[in-house]
């Protein structure tokens, strides 16, 4: 191996182990929202300061029409209530996936 | 690995990874990444937070982004505003490398740099993003470029289209020459088209800008026509294929172009070609027939060359569009998969999404998304998870829908580059 690829190996030592894996589809929810609290965001809500039961109900509602949205709706339509409520787990803890 | 059957191949790279796994137990696994787009920035964070080495391989010491390039070539924005470095990359424990990628050496498991050194690697996740197809259209070559830009890969070209336009008297003709699909960014001919006319409208009115489009529809068409109607009746006109918008030749010395609907001789002139992967796939054996790098839908490996991981512009990635933030969901979990491969552990089914944001005027937005799964060797639409900002909202729906593209890129750019 050479010296360029050992340099990227020193720096392994300072990166925290393999975190726990975010449930299918949280990761993308990530392209938008923040979910760190204390998060500073324009334009999209923080998710980190919601309970899982909150994330899990604001889904179900934009996914039934009760809800209204920009992209939510849409978005919500593509996942099961099973699938949501993994999500909502995944990114009601703070300190799941910093972006 | 076979090209049909991608559940079998995925085993049969993870009972050899098994194998492999007490010497990868001592040694962190190392990825190299060509590339330091959308793609390439996002797996290479991504990975390092799962605690692996990585090195990303870019040649430009800056990255100038496609997304709110159309804005820029308007006049709205200078191009400063879209450019970045790649110091925050390298303080989040990337090790980024400022160099081509020349060839990939799968057998010996390392990739050569034009400088001459070469990188060892563990598992490779490619994000080249596209080549420019200067074969494809009759006097439209690399050198033509030069005077007649694409713009479609951001930075000198951005600048050139810009100056261009500013420099054009009131009065004059613009014309944006569009491929047929696929080609990056479906929608963002007609949002840059859009632009130019708000910008024509606004400080050069006796001037139109025309698009001669291979195609008769289009993505978003409803709501881009809906706003030209409103916003653009003098400014912007667009011609489908069934009334002679395929291009058929352009005269580079002359400046004249030569379509189904005619001779015309625009005072500036925008031609966006037709695109492949870019020429590194083509020479590693990583494209089929289409042109493009078909990949596994759960890891994004190659069903070509195992080993190697595709993501962004470059993979064939089913019913997900050329797009930052397809890139960007697909970097997440192809770095998962990549952890999970170089651990022994079989990756999870992922879901992805992708939503593109379009400006038809400064503060008119509209978006389109969609939610994807794998569906044996391919990615698919979630049925009902996919579609476009309502036709009939109002303008303030409109202006939160501006003013959200502009929170996405700049959050994206934060994540990305901060
Ligand atoms: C006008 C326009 C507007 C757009 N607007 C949007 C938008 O609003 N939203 C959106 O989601 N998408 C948008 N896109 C699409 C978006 O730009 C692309 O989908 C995205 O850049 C793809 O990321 P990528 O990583 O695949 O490729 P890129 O971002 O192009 O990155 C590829 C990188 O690989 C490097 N590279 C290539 N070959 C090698 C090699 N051999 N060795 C080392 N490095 C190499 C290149 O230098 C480049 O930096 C837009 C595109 C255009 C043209």
Same mark, same amino acid.
């Given at each position: 191996?050479?010296?360029?690829? &050992? $340099? /990227?190996?020193?720096? #392994?030592?300072?990166?925290? *182990?393999?975190?726990?894996?975010? !449930?299918?589809? %949280?990761?993308?929810?990530?392209?938008?929202?923040?979910?760190?609290?204390?998060?500073? &965001? $324009? /334009?999209?809500?923080? #998710?980190?300061?919601?309970? *899982?039961?909150?994330?899990?109900? !604001?889904?179900? %509602?934009?996914?039934?029409?009760?809800?209204?949205?920009?992209?939510?709706?849409?978005?919500?339509? /593509?996942?099961?209530?099973?699938?949501?409520?993994?999500?909502?787990?995944?990114?009601?803890?703070?300190? %799941?996936?910093?972006? | 690995?076979?090209?049909?059957?991608?559940?079998?191949?995925?085993?049969?790279?993870?009972?050899?990874?098994?194998?492999?796994?007490?010497?990868?137990?001592?040694?962190?696994?190392?990825?190299?990444?060509?590339?330091?787009?959308?793609?390439?920035?996002?797996?290479?964070?991504?990975?390092?937070?799962?605690?692996?080495?990585?090195?990303?391989?870019?040649?430009?010491?800056?990255?100038?982004?496609?997304?709110?390039?159309n804005?820029?070539i308007a006049g709205?924005?200078?191009?400063?505003?879209?450019?970045?470095?790649?110091?925050?990359?390298?303080?989040?424990?990337?090790?980024?490398?400022?160099?081509?990628?020349?060839?990939?050496?799968?057998?010996?498991?390392?990739?050569?740099?034009?400088?001459?050194?070469?990188?060892?690697?563990?598992?490779?996740?490619?994000?080249?993003?596209?080549?420019l197809r200067f074969d494809a259209i009759p006097g439209y070559d690399e050198a033509a470029s030069a005077t007649i830009p694409h713009a479609w890969?951001?930075?000198a070209q951005t600048a050139l289209l810009a100056r261009q336009l500013d420099a054009m008297e009131d009065g004059g003709l613009v014309a944006l020459t569009v491929p047929a699909?696929?080609y990056?960014?479906?929608?963002g001919p007609y949002e840059r088209a859009s632009l130019i006319a708000h910008y024509l409208k606004t400080r050069k009115p006796r001037s139109k800008v025309i698009i001669l489009d291979a195609k008769d529809?289009f993505?978003?068409?409803?709501?881009?026509?809906?706003?030209w109607?409103?916003?653009y009746p003098d400014h912007l006109e667009w011609v489908p294929l069934a009334k002679g918008g395929r291009l058929e030749a352009v005269d580079p010395t002359a400046r004249t172009l030569r379509a189904e609907a005619g001779l015309f001789r625009p005072a500036v002139l925008n031609m966006i070609p037709p695109?492949?992967?870019?020429?590194?796939?083509?020479?590693?054996?990583?494209?089929?027939?289409?042109?493009?790098?078909?990949?596994?839908?759960?890891?994004?490996?190659?069903?070509?060359?195992?080993?190697?991981?595709?993501?962004?512009?470059?993979?064939?990635?089913?019913?997900?569009?050329?797009?930052?933030?397809?890139?960007?969901?697909?970097?997440?979990?192809?770095?998962?998969?990549?952890?999970?491969?170089?651990?022994?552990?079989?990756?999870?089914?992922?879901?992805?999404?992708?939503?593109?944001?379009?400006?038809?005027?400064?503060?008119?937005?509209?978006?389109?998304?969609?939610?994807?799964?794998?569906?044996?060797?391919?990615?698919?639409?979630?049925?009902?998870?996919?579609?476009?900002?309502?036709?009939?909202?109002?303008?303030?729906?409109?202006?939160?829908?501006?003013?959200?593209?502009?929170?996405?890129?700049?959050?994206?750019?934060?994540?990305?580059?901060?």
């Open positions: 191996m050479t010296a360029l690829a &050992t $340099s /990227g190996l020193i720096l #392994l030592a300072a990166n925290r *182990a393999s975190a726990e894996p975010l !449930a299918p589809g %949280a990761a993308s929810c990530l392209a938008c929202h923040e979910n760190r609290v204390g998060a500073t &965001t $324009s /334009g999209f809500p923080t #998710l980190g300061t919601l309970s *899982a039961q909150q994330i899990e109900a !604001a889904l179900a %509602a934009y996914r039934s029409g009760r809800r209204d949205g920009t992209v939510m709706p849409r978005i919500a339509k /593509g996942f099961s209530d099973i699938e949501a409520r993994a999500i909502a787990e995944s990114l009601a803890r703070p300190e %799941a996936a910093p972006r | 690995m076979s090209v049909i059957t991608t559940r079998r191949g995925l085993l049969t790279g993870l009972t050899a990874l098994s194998l492999a796994a007490p010497a990868l137990a001592r040694t962190p696994s190392h990825v190299v990444v060509v590339g330091g787009g959308f793609g390439g920035v996002a797996v290479a964070r991504a990975l390092v937070r799962n605690g692996l080495a990585v090195t990303l391989v870019e040649p430009s010491p800056r990255y100038v982004t496609c997304p709110s390039s804005a820029v709205l924005m200078p191009i400063s505003a879209i450019t970045f470095d790649y110091e925050g990359v390298r303080r989040s424990g990337v090790s980024v490398v400022h160099d081509t990628v020349v060839a990939i050496e799968p057998d010996a498991r390392r990739v050569a740099l034009a400088g001459g050194q070469h990188l060892a690697y563990d598992r490779l996740v490619v994000s080249a993003g596209i080549g890969k951001a930075g699909l696929p990056r960014c479906p929608p529809s993505s978003k068409q409803p709501l881009f026509q809906s706003a109607t409103k916003l695109q492949t992967a870019p020429a590194l796939c083509r020479a590693t054996g990583l494209t089929n027939v289409s042109g493009w790098c078909p990949v596994d839908p759960i890891t994004f490996e190659s069903t070509l060359r195992p080993g190697l991981h595709v993501i962004g512009d470059a993979a064939a990635a089913g019913a997900m569009p050329k797009s930052a933030f397809s890139a960007y969901t697909q970097a997440q979990v192809c770095a998962q998969a990549v952890t999970d491969l170089l651990a022994g552990r079989a990756p999870v089914e992922p879901r992805l999404i992708n939503v593109c944001y379009s400006l038809a005027a400064p503060e008119y937005g509209f978006s389109i998304s969609g939610v994807y799964q794998p569906e044996w060797d391919r990615l698919v639409t979630v049925p009902g998870s996919d579609g476009l900002s309502p036709e009939d909202a109002p303008p303030d729906v409109r202006m939160r829908e501006a003013a959200l593209g502009r929170a996405w890129y700049d959050g994206m750019m934060r994540a990305l580059f901060g």
